[in-house]
């Protein structure tokens, strides 16, 4: 069995990735952070993260940096999904399903619009 | 948490906590033995004995620090009920290894669950962290060390839908390889 598959795959894919990143303006970074504490991973976290980037790839979503951080104190409204679009100031969302998870991506990340039955007060 | 993949997960993160900059993850499978083996090695802070002793056990010693979960008590008292073991090996300054082992075949064993999505999330949201993933299942065996991945991509994000894609398909194809033809 193949340890990996091919740098060649890589290779490919790399150049792929930059010849998108020339097509595609700069439109400003997003940032999306997922709550990975255990409070979190036990709420699934790890299915709302699976939904984030499953959604990248079926909405071909450039400049996304996807990163997770541990618990932050609101346990109960796991599993906690953050967004920052550019310099805007964060928005925390809680109780993210998958579904939900699909819809932040869809219309905040790739649209602006902020989901705001979702969003909680930190 | 119900599957064992999740406390993977869980055991992964206590590990960054700790500052680790290299994590490995092993997972053995032994059909003719009966038994399931899981690993997480890191080189973060490391844990004195009282604090190994808190983190396995903390209704048992009067808790001063906070920052205890319940996380590995609760995969200990899984495993213990399956004739196995957890057992914490951590030096400060050096790194920890959680160990945990199974009767493979017993009746009240957690799944492993969802092991690609564990270390998708891993990979994707802790692009900092040197990742060495090894799956086995009795012989046949997959092994995903990140480092190679990273030289050749080297500016493009593991969050590129591309790249993504190539993870994804890289992880869940050899996975569902080793459970299909190893396991009868």
């Known amino acids: 069995m193949p340890t990996i598959k091919s740098l060649d795959d890589l290779k490919r894919i790399r150049e792929e990735a930059l010849e998108k990143r020339k097509v595609k303006t700069a439109s400003g970074q997003v940032q999306v952070i997922v709550g990975m504490g255990t409070c979190g991973i036990a709420a699934g976290a790890r299915d709302a993260m699976k939904a984030i980037l499953e959604t990248i790839q079926t909405e071909n979503l450039e400049g996304v940096i996807v990163t997770q951080t541990g618990c932050i104190g609101l346990c109960e409204k796991e599993p906690i999904v953050q967004v920052v679009v550019g310099d805007q100031p964060k928005v925390t969302y809680g109780k993210v399903s998958p579904e939900v998870a699909r819809q932040i991506m869809k219309e905040h990340v790739k649209n602006g619009n902020v989901v705001k039955e979702y969003v909680i007060q930190v | ?184």
């Not at chain 2, 119900?2 to 997960?9: A, G, I, M, N, T």
């Not at chain 2, 799944?111 to 692009?127: E, H, K, Q």
């Not at chain 2, 065996?141 to 190539?166: A, G």
């Open chain 2, 1 to 184: 948490m119900r599957e064992l993949s999740l406390h993977l997960l869980d055991i992964a993160e206590n590990s960054i906590s700790a500052g680790a900059k290299n994590i490995t993850i092993t997972i053995h499978e032994d059909t003719l033995a009966d038994r399931l083996y899981l690993s997480v090695q890191d080189d973060g802070k490391g844990m004195d004995e009282e604090m190994v002793r808190k983190v396995t056990d903390p209704f048992v010693t009067t808790r001063t620090t906070r920052k205890v979960g319940l996380g590995i008590p609760l995969l200990k008292a899984a495993a213990e009920a399956c004739n196995g073991w957890l057992k914490i090996h951590s030096k400060p300054g050096e790194g920890t290894l959680v160990e945990v082992e199974f009767q493979r075949s017993h009746i009240d064993r957690m799944p492993l669950g969802d092991v690609a999505g564990t270390f998708l999330t891993l990979l994707v949201g802790n692009p900092q962290i040197h990742w060495v993933f090894r799956y086995s299942v009795n012989q046949d065996s997959f092994e995903l060390d990140d480092q190679p991945i990273k030289q050749e991509l080297q500016d493009i994000p593991f969050s590129d839908p591309f790249v993504l894609s190539y993870l994804r398909e890289l992880l869940e194809s050899n996975i569902r390889s080793l459970q299909t033809t190893s396991v009868n």
